[in-house]
């Protein structure tokens, strides 16, 4: 199974807002999970995407989406945009979860696993055996604050997929084709 967590610092944690961009730059969560999830034609089934949301009016809050139960949606932003609002005002919909989690908290239930931490001046990612069941940690737009990438760093590894700041989607993007790649070589 591949993780991505991404701590979206000003991510609205309840459903209130008009658009993706508005509430906080949910519109970078969305971007993400395009990312993680979607291929030509298919939903990734291997993937579990967690954000912390840490925007108004109750933050953290730990949005999970589970691509093993993923159903009924599609790549457009209206699609997700209903689903996020629905899901962050109380409801539900299929393979997507919402509890009351830190970001630390959730890094500390990853402890035993493969955690790489994307940084411009981490070690090259083409360098890294991924290993089984890696987890991948990037921050949005604003990027991890000092303190919560300290935090990562304790139990995780700081790599990068280039010298230049990436949108945090492409980097989501790069890495899905880095271990598809892998697995490909593996066959």
Known sequence: MIEFIL?????????SFRSLREAGRLDVVYQCILFAFFTSGAIRRDVIFHA?????????LHLIIDGRELRGVRTDERTWES??????SGGSHPGIYVEKKSFQALLRSFSNRNIFVLEEKGRDI???????DPVFVLGD?????????????RFGTKVSIGKKPYLAATCVDIINYMLDLETKRKV
């Not at 701590?7 to 459903?15: E, H, M, Q």
């Open 7 to 15: 701590l979206s610092r000003r991510g609205r944690t309840d459903g």
């Open 52 to 60: 912390i949301l840490g925007g108004p009016p109750r933050p953290p």
């Open 83 to 88: 689903i996020l609002r629905k899901v962050l």
């Open 126 to 132: 083409r360098e890294i055996d991924f290993g089984a």
């Open 141 to 153: 737009q604003i990027g991890l604050p000092r303190k919560d990438e300290e935090f990562a760093l």
